[in-house]
């Protein structure tokens, strides 16, 4: 697996990761043999999606400027996106057996996005900031759409796709705001 086309410069990937140890797992009938390990995978960007989601709401909370209003709107936009692909995850985790961990205390622990700087006020700062953190979210989850190929799970990566496809439009609506 190693630098096997890995985004993020060869960064360690999702399987690689240190791992935590699941409460439980549920039988189920689904004969797909990598379950376990897709649901890591997915654990892994469950952490990060609800990051994501508190990271755009502290934008959409504390912006200011003469653009308050369309930023305001716009990482609320942001937050409903993310928690949608939260949702998505948690439930494949679940159809494939393993525990959604989804608890706050959890996700602030795993979650590979960096913490959101909390001392800016201006609109743009806050742009900067949830651009960056879409922009890792979006690397976090093509990373995963890889693994997800090779445990040979195409349920997991067309969930994945359409989550992909979904950061890239949040991504490509929060960048509009800081050019021109």
Excluded: C
């Excluded at 989850?141 to 890239?168: F, K, M, Q, W, Y």
């Amino acid at each position: 697996m190693e630098g096997k086309g890995r985004r993020n410069g060869g960064a360690e990937s999702q399987l690689e990761r240190k791992r935590y140890p699941a409460v439980r797992r549920y039988p189920t009938r689904n004969d797909l043999p990598s379950a376990v390990q897709a649901a890591d995978v997915l654990n892994a960007l469950l952490a990060d999606s609800l990051d994501l989601v508190h990271q755009a709401k502290q934008a959409h909370w504390n912006a200011k400027g003469m653009q308050f209003f369309s930023l305001h709107s716009l990482f609320d936009q942001v937050a409903k996106e993310a928690w949608k692909a939260s949702d998505l995850l948690a439930e494949r985790v679940v159809q494939l057996g393993g525990v959604a961990e989804g608890g706050i205390r959890v996700a602030a622990n795993r979650s590979r996005l960096l913490e959101y700087p909390h001392s800016m006020a201006e609109g743009r700062e806050h742009v900067e900031a949830v651009a960056s953190a879409l922009a890792a979210f979006g690397t976090n989850v093509r990373n995963a759409i890889e693994e997800a190929g090779e445990l040979d799970d195409p349920a997991t990566v067309d969930i994945l796709t359409e989550i992909s496809r979904g950061a890239d439009k949040q991504l490509w609506l929060v960048e509009a705001h800081l050019h021109g």
